[in-house]
Every structure is written in C-alpha cells, then in structure tokens.
C-alpha cells in the first residue's frame, strides 16, 4: 500500500473517495465545511438538519460527488465531541473509513486533516487507524478471503509542511505494521506456532531489522538453572525457547557503556491447555493467544529496530507450551528457579508467572536496569478491567507513570493496581519460599506480587494484557481477534526513555 501526503486543496484530490470528520453539533461555521458543502450543493447541511448525521461516534455518510470534486465519492465519519478529540480518534476514525471503503470496494482513499492537533502526530495516528484498521485475521480462509484491497491513502493539509507529515506517515507505518506482525503471531495456531517456530520467525525478524538474537534450548536452560520455565516445559514434546533479542544502537563504545539498557519479556506459552490442572474445553481453543505478550515485545522490538532510540534495548521471550502429560509437572512440585528462591505449584495453570520468573532473574544477570513485561498472566484481570484496560503494576511509581504515558501515545489504556506487601501473605507456602497461586482473591494482584518478588531491587513494571490482548468484538480500528496489545506502548516507552519522545529513524 503507498501513503503519501497530498498538499492540494481538498476538492483536487483525485483519489476515489475523500473522508471527511464530523465533530458532534457541528454546524457549518468552519469554512473548510462550508466549502465543501457548497461544492456538494448543499448535500451535508441537508444531512445535518434532518439529524441524518450529527457528528456522533462512528457515523457514517457516504455521498457521490457528481464531479463536484475531483473524489468520485465524500465518506463523513463522525468524530465525536470535539472537546474529547484526541489523536486516538484520529485512528478510529481513520481505522473505520478505511474499513467501510474497503468493503465497498474502493481502492483509493484520501483523508482531510481538519484538526489543530500536532500535523506530524496526527499523520502518524491516521496511518496507524488505516493499517490497523485493515488487518484481516482470516488467515486461513480459503473461499470468503478478503480480495478487495485499499491500494493507495492519501493524507490533504493543503499548505503544510512535507517533512512533518512524512515523519508522521513513516512512524505510523513503522508502529502499525510492527503491530499486525504481533497480530499475525498470535492469530496462528499453537500447532503452527511451536515454542520453535516463534523463534525461528523471532530470527527471521531479527535478521530482516538488524537485531542480534540468540535463542537458549533446553540444555542451555538447565545451565542457568531455570527450574520454573523447564517445569512448565516438561509437559510437553514440543522443546521450550528463551528468545533473547539485542538493540544496540549505533556509536563507540565509551557512548555506548553509558547507555542504559530497558529490557522487555513477554509471555510466550504457545498453548496453555492449564496442564494436570486442566482447564476446561469451554473456551481453551483461545489459550493459543497465551503468547501475546511475547509476541508484544518481538513486534516492539521490530520497531524499535526501525526508530532507533540512543538506549540498548533486550527483548526475552520465554516459549513453551503448558500441555499435561506423564512426565508433566505436578501439583505440589517444588521448582527451584534460577534466582534460588523455591516454588511450591499448588496449580499448574499458574504458569505464566513461573516462567517469567525466571526471565526476569536472567534479565537481570544480563545487567537490564528497568525491566517491563506483558503478559497474558491472569482470568482475574478480565474479570476486573474487561477488554478496555490492560492492568499495570510495579515496584516503582515513577516507573509505572512513565509506562502509562507510553500507552496514552499509543492509544493503548492502562490502568494502576496495587501491590502492598500484604498481598504477600497470600504466596506463602509451608514447604517452600513461596506458593504459584495466590488463593481467589486478587488474583491478578498476587499473580503481580509472584513476579515483584524475582524483580527484586530493580526498577519493573508490568501489563496484564489478559483481556485486551484478543477481542470478542470488532473496535473502531480493530477488528475482533489479537490486537497485538503492548506492541506501540512498549516502543514508544522505550523511545520515551531514551529521549523524551519519539526519537528520529534513519
Ligand atoms: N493464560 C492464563 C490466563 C488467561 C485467562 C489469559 C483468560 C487469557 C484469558 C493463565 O495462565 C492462567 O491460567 N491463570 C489462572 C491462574 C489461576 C490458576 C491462579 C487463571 O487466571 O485462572
Ligand atoms: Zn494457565
Ligand atoms: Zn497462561
């Protein structure tokens, strides 16, 4: 698909349809609209008094131009309140024309940039709604497979400026398709997408970007002494993967020892059938999405491959599936985990947190100075925060505040949960330091608290990604499936740590 800015005036903009935002109440006081009415011989003031259309949310009105304008075709989409406007509606907005077109066929589409928003931040989110928008999860279909295709977009700001909007396209374009590769990962099947081939497509991504990589096997694992991830792992026949990716930016080494380095872990069980604490057949084809947060930090990495931050960057993906089986792990099996603390597993469903213990023990070996991790981890965060908010925690307040501003940037919500110590009390175990699960209450707070205590010292955060991660039902610029959750938060955080903002890309 090409994107490219288009400095004409709106009614010379040849593409075959030009979308146009509505803002709730608006009436035809703004010149642009007035112009652009009377261009259509009065069609949207016939629309807005007869309360066709008011501007509302997700409205649409879609009206042939008759050669009024060089577009063959005008799309309003409502944009809501313009005292809500931000750059997320500017993604839903542009996520729902590109949808609606595309669905007609049109192959085409330009839209007007009609807020005082930031031009550059602005491209940016509408770029991102237009390819987020247009992800297809229908993979695997063979006959009602998706052949309409949108093939060219066009942003008009009559009179901006050239370098600020390809800026914005180019970054929209990096952080969106950054974020369908993550969708895709997590759309494929656990029998597809083994603890092996996520690696190996983790390789093949990092060579594409110029990441390093190195992916630990079994034998490796045994070394370190994880315990807790080759617990889970041994369930199952398919061999567990620690996925270990390096960004390191460009220059010698005297700037490069002073640099700090992030580094981001992400669940990665490719299937969680909940092990001998089976889970039941009701729902369980969806714990292929178990990997979305592995799949989060190898598509945050992709992009920050392309974005370049002055800041080192390691991504860890522990892969394994969860499977029960004669040799699998036991309830009431003690794990000894690489950091030496033992783990009583009351549940073997609790597994997400054992095997990210241990990636954040070996994150820590590896010198990470701020930790972040995504996972799938808990039932409990969909019960408490449903598919609109990913839960956050940490152990430093600074931390989690910065991590939030990333997710506002990337229009990806996050709400704060707490972890006082007395939530402790629920991991205690009479056999061992510590028990998997935490009894029913709070269940997201203590699965948190399980992590904390392998972070020890070191500045952490992390996203319960549980019930955003995969949609029942489509959004305005997602469609129901994996939204590839964490994807742009985490790149813009780690953009964010290394200079304030999103850094430049050569
Ligand atoms: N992968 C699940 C959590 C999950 C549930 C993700 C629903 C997405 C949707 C996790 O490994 C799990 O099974 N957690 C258990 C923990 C319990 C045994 C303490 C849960 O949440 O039920
Ligand atoms: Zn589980
Ligand atoms: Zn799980």
Known sequence: MRIKPDFRKFHEVDAEALCVGLFEGEDLEDALLRELDQRLRGVLATALTSGEVKGKFGETLYVPTMGALAASRVLFVGAGKRSEFTFDTIRQVAGTAARFLRQRGIRSMAILHRSALDLSRSAQAAVEGVLLGLFDPGTYKTQEKEERAIEEVR????????????????????????????????????????PLELARRAADMAARY?????????AQMKELGMGALLGVARGSDEPARLIVLRYIPEGDEAFLSHLPTVALLGKGITFDSGGISLKPADGMEQMKYDMAGGAAVLGA???????????????????????????????????????????????????????????????????????????????????????????????????????????????????????????????????????????????????????????????????????TAWLEENKPYLASG?????????????????????????
């Open 482 to 506: 994996p939204t590839g959750m964490g994807v742009r938060t985490l790149a813009h955080f780690v953009c964010q740590e290394a200079e304030g903002g999103l850094s430049e890309h050569s």
């Open 301 to 467: 990495l992709r992009a920050i491959a392309q974005l370049r931050p002055k800041i080192k960057v390691l991504g860890l993906v522990p892969a394994t599936e969860n499977m029960p089986s004669g040799r699998a792990q036991k309830p009431g099996d003690i794990l000894r985990t690489m950091s030496g603390k033992t783990v009583e597993v009351i549940n073997t469903d609790a597994e997400g947190r054992l095997i990210l213990a241990d990636a954040i023990t070996y994150a820590r070996q590896l010198g990470a100075q701020t930790i972040v991790d995504v996972a799938t981890l808990t039932g409990a965060c969909v019960v408490a925060l449903g598919s609109v908010y990913a839960a956050i925690f940490g152990n430093d307040p600074s931390l989690v505040e910065r991590v939030i501003a990333a997710g506002r940037e990337a229009g990806e919500k996050l709400w704060p949960m707490p972890l006082d110590p007395e939530y402790r009390e629920q991991l205690k175990s009479q056999i061992a330091d510590l028990k998997n699960v935490g009894g029913r209450k709070a269940g997201a707070i203590t699965a948190a608290y399980f992590l904390k205590e392998f972070a020890e010292e070191t500045p952490w955060a992390h996203l319960d990604i549980a019930g």
């Open 155 to 194: 942003l008009v700001a009559e009179g901006e400026s050239e370098v600020e909007m390809q800026r914005g396209i180019e970054r929209g374009m990096i952080l969106a398709k950054a974020t369908n590769f993550a969708r895709n990962l997590v759309n494929e099947p656990a029998s597809v997408l083994t």
């Open 210 to 218: 110029g990441l390093d990589i190195e992916v630990l096997d079994e």
